[in-house]
């Protein structure tokens, strides 16, 4: 038996491990298996043979990134499994882990792309009906991202008391580096709350919510109106207050009880003043 | 418990792993442990910079020394050292003024890609030659040594040339590193590979450990898993008492990653772990104890 290098004994090893199948089928199949073989360097050792041996990292590799998708990802699988009433939500898990192997030393970031692939992935086998489940993936995605992202201190709060009405009217705001707005025919944030009790949506109404982390570092998810939805994304895009009351056709006065909440809550964090 | 140190600086004593279904327990209270082990990774955030679990390490750096422990350094790995991670690390490392950083002696991926299991090495020269130059990379731009820690396995190499104990004593001695020995996984891979365990004991210079891990493991029936899920079982505590006598009252961390217990139940393993420190790990007691475990009694 020829000794194998280090780099072609992990490039074996990786492929056995990866395999959905474990290592003996793939090396039975033996195909696209990493030449030269290194099954042999792996020693058989009873009461293990060598391919059960390996497998033992198989499994467990597959069983931590699931577990990890299920711990972020729960009320999507609670939301697929209840609406679908099929095994659809493991599939895709089983099919990221394989098709989007993690190149990131941080296994939290794993889950950050599992929507986008969900979505390009199965979007044409979901009835178009179902496609908010796409959503509640994306919530949870947003959550996660809240829990990762690094948040300032909230420098506005200092700030206010030495503003008049004129310069706020022209200023720009900066908001929470965590917060995102989702848009959704399903009322996102009750179904993440309830995912089994909650009405599931019938259509026709177009529900908003935004997640962020607020000013004591707990992540929120709150239902919006369309009004706020849309002067936040007004917000987010740099517009000032005024801008946005005109934009929005909202008024100055349900602004400004908005904008306190927001300081509040900690979605509104500093201020850039207009020179 | 907390019979050691319990204020900022050197661990010493038993600590626990922080976890994030205890932040919460640290944050608000101050639960009686000498010090806590955090897993480096969880407190990177997105780009190194931390999130909401850093915010709250912060808060309870205040009350406890503090351990970084990394699970994606990959250091057998033939990829290149991934310095952003590096880097990051050492900056973790500074905010929250760990006393060390530990990894283990595997590899976790190659060719780009992480599969976040601790994958065992063959133990050859050739692959002493791969990891002493890394570890000298990453002693560097750590700016100090590296812990190292033995993996379990489930495996071995037919050409391995060496035990892995004599391994780790010569990347010691070749790159100064130093041990966290795990006396859990020196068990799981002695049931699993048919070999002595006091031998492994015995093979590893005195000087050279840092850190002991304890832990639990999981019984399959034809081998034992690394699994730390369970609270250390007899075999390891005997096990652990072995260490205790050669290498003195180390610094001693109970790992519980999952089916966690609730915090009293963790803490109450680090209790038993300062009691054995106690008995086993001081020189004037280490005689007379290893006198009473063989029926010998000093007159």
Known sequence: METPTLEALQHWLKWAITHPEGAKTAVAAAQFEPKPSCASSVVNAPPLDRFERIDIYGKAFFLRLRDYLLSVFPKSKQLFDRVLQSDAFDMLMAEYIVGVPSTTPNIDTFGLAFPAFCRDNASTKLPNEHSWLFDILELERCVLFAHLSACGESLIKTKLPLLDAETLGSARFTTDPTLNLIGSSANLADLWRSPMEEALPSGGTTFYCGVWRDLSGEVRVQTLSIAAYTCLTALLSGCAVAQISISTQTTQTQIAQWFREWVENGIIRDILLAH | ?299
């Open chain 2, 1 to 299: 418990m907390a019979r050691f140190a319990s204020k900022p600086g050197q661990p010493s004593g038993a600590g626990v792993g922080l976890r994030s279904k205890y932040h919460r327990d640290f944050a608000t209270g101050k639960p009686k442990v000498s010090w806590l082990e955090i897993v480096s990774e969880n407190y990177l955030g997105l780009d190194g910079r931390g999130g909401r679990a850093l915010e709250l390490l912060l808060q309870i750096r205040e009350h406890y020394p503090v351990v970084m422990h990394g699970v994606s350094l990959s250091l057998g790995s033939v990829d290149p050292l991934n310095l952003d991670y590096l880097l990051q690390l050492k900056r973790l490392k500074s905010v929250t003024s760990a006393s060390w950083y530990s990894d283990h002696l595997c590899w976790t991926g190659v060719g780009g890609e992480n599969l976040h299991d601790l994958l065992p090495l063959p133990y050859t020269m050739d692959a002493l030659q791969h990891l002493c130059p890394r570890i000298h990379k990453v002693q560097e731009v750590m700016g100090e040594r590296l812990v190292l820690e033995n993996v379990s396995s489930y495996l071995t190499f037919a050409h391995s040339e060496m035990t892995e104990w004599e391994f780790l004593s010569t990347l010691t001695r070749r790159t100064g590193c130093e041990l966290l020995l795990d006396v859990n996984n020196v068990y799981v891979s002695a049931i699993n590979h048919s070999f002595d365990p006091r031998e492994f004991l015995n093979g590893i210079p005195q000087h050279t450990v840092r850190q002991f891990h304890l832990a639990g493991y999981s019984d399959n029936g034809t081998h034992l898993v690394d699994t730390h899920d369970h609270p250390v079982w007899p075999p390891v505590w005997s096990l652990y008492r072995e260490a205790l006598l050669r290498f003195g009252p180390i610094p001693t961390l109970i790992e519980w990653d999952d089916r966690l217990p609730p915090l009293d139940g963790l803490l109450e393993e680090a209790a038993k772990a300062e009691i054995l420190m106690e008995a086993y790990g001081n020189p004037n007691a280490r005689g007379a104890s290893a006198l009473a475990e063989v029926g010998h009694h000093p007159s």
